[in-house]
């Protein structure tokens, strides 16, 4: 059983810079994985970002060397910095957690349907 809460998110125009947050508790163990989605309005959820804890990392293509994420796994904090905010990263950000895969790799895809464990998610809005 794994509980995650999300930090609040929050606006700001387009380049500049928020850091989410995501507690994470409940029982775990050093073999699982945790994420970060986003889902915009009319599209399909979108993996971010992933990490196990080795600290092997997946990112989208699309905030590549943009955003950041990180496991704070003595505090069980998962961070996202996210860097050069753009409009088009304008969505509901959710983190998340498998205990159904335990470690990024090998291809890691970061389909939703492997994670198990949800927050309720927090709103990130950049502006132009």
């Known amino acids: 059983q794994i509980q995650l809460a999300e930090s609040v998110g929050g606006s700001v125009q387009a380049g500049g810079s928020l850091r989410l947050s995501c507690s994470v508790s409940?029982?775990?163990?050093?073999?699982?994985?945790v994420a970060w989605f986003r889902h915009v309005l009319g599209e399909k959820r979108e993996g971010v970002a992933a990490?196990?804890?080795?600290?092997?990392?997946k990112y989208a293509d699309s905030v590549k060397g943009r955003f950041t994420i990180a496991l704070d796994t003595v505090k069980k904090i998962l961070y996202l910095q996210m860097n050069g905010l753009e409009p088009e990263d304008t969505a509901m950000y959710y983190c998340?957690?498998?205990?159904?895969?335990?470690?990024?790799?090998?291809?890691?895809?970061?389909?939703?349907?492997?994670?198990?464990?949800w927050g309720h998610g927090t709103q990130v809005t950049v502006s132009s």
């Open positions: 409940g029982h775990t163990t050093n073999n699982y994985v």
């Open positions: 990490i196990d804890a080795e600290g092997t990392r």
């Open positions: 998340a957690a498998s205990t159904i895969r335990s470690w990024v790799s090998p291809g890691h895809t970061m389909d939703p349907n492997e994670y198990n464990y």
